[in-house]
């Protein structure tokens, strides 16, 4: 196995053994079999199986193209989007970085009047561009936020030069989105038709924004198409995802129904964000599901640490070590070790942090919570490609292995529904006046 990532698995073999895994190497030919010949439930929405096909490299070169003109015109990028239209991006802006991080600023993730007041006046004086992205092109978080800059941007720049800083990610053909995009002469780029946007980060979704940063976005894609040539085999004894889907499946079997996703490098926040994305709206559904939570240790050691040591035994916890590749940084000798910290005076942070990793998941583990790993070597661009299409195809098996359509999410309607009643959006007549008698106002 040549991918950049590996999933360890030493220490569960009190609650899962490999043999245990083994045994379930038909069910996963069988949602293999569905994967790859789009046989199974929700088999539209496959395009992200094939990263390379996904994003031809013709389209690539533009997203490239397109960031640096965007960069060069601007001090700020606001990405606008929710959900799988800003998490990925999000994620890997923040995890790997990019001489131009700085410059972004995500939006369109709420509907506070404070935080878009506040977004406004931090603006003033910057130049301005906006990617706004929005395969639905209707969604009213990002639609709110998207005509507050628009608007914004308009009165600084005019209308004109204001419509060459906006880059609209949407779908093909349809949405309000589009037909702004196309009415204003915005720059636009696709969501695939085939592609969710939980799947969607390294379509343009995501790309845009990761290019603008200064992050390298073919050796993201090259890295995730590689893996994705590795994770073609069925065999457990080869795919490490597909293993990964099983543990999960087994561990909830046996009752453990929240799996924590846990990291020690607060860069990884937004990644842990992502997948708890990814799996929640695949999973939980037809009243199944595995929970997925997720810590940012050491800092939630001090909270949330007390509960996964000695709650309720309902949680088994994945652990993202990074083994290597970090900062150069080592604690001093201080001659009258007032803080009494001398024992650790020469060793790396690094290092005491990897001794903070070990120490908790033995501490984890003893308290009943079964644990397990998946260690990259360092984090960059090939490691997070390999990592986020290890992550898309796990969920993907594990999904069809829960038995459900891991590729809808028809629980995110219910809120809007009402949300629109009770806004009086045009076609809801019927059900405001229903909604207002049951929340018994007037
Ligand atoms: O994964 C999903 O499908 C959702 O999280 C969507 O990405 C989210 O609801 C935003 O939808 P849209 O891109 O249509 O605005």
Same mark, same amino acid.
């Given at each position: 196995?040549?991918?950049?990532?590996?999933?360890?698995?030493?220490?569960?073999? /009190?609650?899962?053994?490999?043999?245990? =895994?083994?045994?379930?190497?038909?069910?996963?030919?069988?949602?293999?079999?569905?994967?790859?010949?789009?046989?199974?439930?929700?088999?539209?929405?496959?395009?992200?199986?094939?990263?390379?096909?996904?994003?031809?490299?013709?389209?690539?070169?533009?997203?490239?193209?397109?960031?640096?003109?965007?960069?060069?015109?601007?001090?700020?990028? =606001?990405?606008?989007?929710?959900?799988?239209?800003?998490?990925?991006?999000?994620?890997?802006?923040?995890?790997?970085?990019?001489?131009?991080?700085?410059?972004?600023?995500?939006?369109?993730?709420?509907?506070?009047?404070?935080?878009? $007041?506040?977004?406004?006046?931090?603006? #003033?004086?910057?130049?301005?561009? *906006?990617?706004?992205?929005?395969?639905?092109? %209707?969604? %009213?978080?990002?639609?709110?936020?998207?005509?507050?800059?628009?608007?914004?941007?308009?009165?600084?720049?005019?209308?004109?030069?204001?419509?060459?800083?906006?880059?609209?990610?949407?779908?093909?053909?349809?949405?309000?989105?589009?037909?702004?995009?196309?009415?204003?002469?915005?720059?636009?780029?696709?969501?695939?038709?085939?592609?969710?946007?939980?799947?969607?980060?390294?379509?343009?979704?995501?790309?845009?924004?990761?290019?603008?940063? &200064?992050?390298?976005? $073919?050796?993201?894609?090259?890295?995730?198409?590689?893996?994705?040539?590795?994770?073609?085999?069925?065999?457990?004894?080869?795919?490490?995802?597909?293993?990964?889907?099983?543990?999960?499946?087994?561990?909830?079997? $046996?009752?453990?129904?929240?799996?924590?996703?846990?990291?020690?490098?607060?860069?990884?926040?937004?990644?842990?964000?992502?997948? $708890?994305?990814?799996?929640?709206?695949?999973? &939980?559904?037809?009243?199944?599901?595995?929970?997925?939570?997720?810590?940012?240790?050491?800092?939630?050691?001090?909270?949330?640490?007390?509960?996964?040591?000695?709650?309720?035994?309902?949680?088994?916890?994945?652990?993202?070590?990074?083994?290597?590749? #970090?900062?150069?940084?080592?604690?001093?000798?201080?001659?009258?070790?007032?803080? &009494?910290?001398?024992?650790?005076?020469?060793?790396?942070?690094?290092?005491?942090?990897?001794?903070?990793?070990?120490?908790?998941?033995?501490?984890?583990?003893?308290?009943?919570?079964?644990?397990?790993? *998946?260690?990259?070597?360092?984090?960059?661009?090939?490691?997070?490609?390999?990592?986020?299409?290890?992550?898309?195809?796990?969920?993907?098996?594990?999904?069809?292995?829960?038995?459900?359509?891991?590729?809808?999410?028809?629980?995110?309607?219910?809120?809007?529904?009402?949300?629109?009643?009770?806004?009086?959006?045009?076609?809801?007549?019927?059900?405001?006046?229903?909604?207002?008698?049951?929340? /018994?106002?007037?």
């Amino acid at each position: 196995m040549s991918i950049p990532i590996k999933l360890d698995t030493s220490y569960l073999a /009190q609650e899962v053994t490999p043999e245990e =895994v083994y045994s379930w190497q038909a069910h996963v030919d069988f949602c293999h079999e569905m994967l790859h010949t789009r046989s199974g439930a929700g088999s539209d929405f496959l395009g992200w199986v094939e990263p390379k096909i996904m994003m031809p490299a013709a389209e690539v070169d533009r997203i490239s193209q397109v960031a640096a003109r965007l960069r060069a015109g601007s001090d700020v990028l =606001v990405v606008i989007g929710i959900g799988g239209s800003y998490l990925g991006a999000r994620a890997v802006i923040e995890a790997i970085g990019g001489p131009d991080k700085d410059r972004i600023i995500f939006a369109g993730q709420n509907i506070s009047a404070h935080y878009h $007041k506040e977004l406004l006046s931090k603006l #003033e004086g910057k130049r301005i561009a *906006i990617n706004i992205i929005s395969k639905s092109g %209707t969604t %009213t978080e990002p639609a709110i936020a998207f005509r507050l800059l628009r608007n914004y941007l308009e009165e600084k720049a005019g209308k004109e030069k204001a419509a060459k800083l906006i880059a609209a990610t949407t779908d093909a053909k349809k949405g309000a989105l589009r037909n702004l995009a196309v009415e204003q002469g915005y720059e636009t780029f696709v969501v695939p038709d085939d592609v969710g946007g939980r799947y969607s980060v390294l379509s343009a979704v995501g790309l845009l924004p990761i290019a603008y940063a &200064g992050i390298d976005i $073919k050796a993201l894609l090259e890295s995730a198409a590689k893996c994705a040539e590795e994770l073609k085999t069925a065999d457990l004894k080869a795919n490490p995802a597909y293993y990964y889907a099983v543990l999960r499946n087994l561990l909830y079997n $046996k009752g453990k129904g929240i799996e924590i996703l846990a990291s020690f490098e607060p860069r990884l926040h937004y990644i842990t964000e992502w997948w $708890k994305q990814l799996f929640g709206e695949s999973e &939980g559904k037809e009243n199944i599901g595995i929970f997925p939570a997720s810590v940012d240790f050491t800092t939630d050691l001090h909270s949330m640490g007390q509960w996964i040591q000695e709650g309720r035994r309902s949680i088994f916890e994945t652990f993202i070590d990074i083994e290597g590749g #970090e900062p150069d940084l080592i604690i001093p000798n201080e001659l009258n070790d007032a803080d &009494g910290l001398n024992y650790l005076a020469g060793k790396q942070v690094h290092e005491v942090n990897q001794e903070a990793y070990r120490a908790t998941a033995l501490a984890h583990r003893e308290g009943g919570v079964p644990n397990s790993s *998946i260690v990259l070597p360092k984090l960059d661009e090939e490691t997070l490609g390999a990592m986020l299409y290890f992550f898309e195809k796990a969920c993907a098996i594990s999904g069809y292995l829960l038995r459900v359509n891991p590729f809808n999410q028809p629980g995110v309607e219910a809120y809007k529904g009402h949300m629109f009643a009770l806004l009086g959006k045009p076609g809801f007549e019927k059900q405001t006046e229903e909604i207002k008698k049951r929340l /018994q106002i007037g």
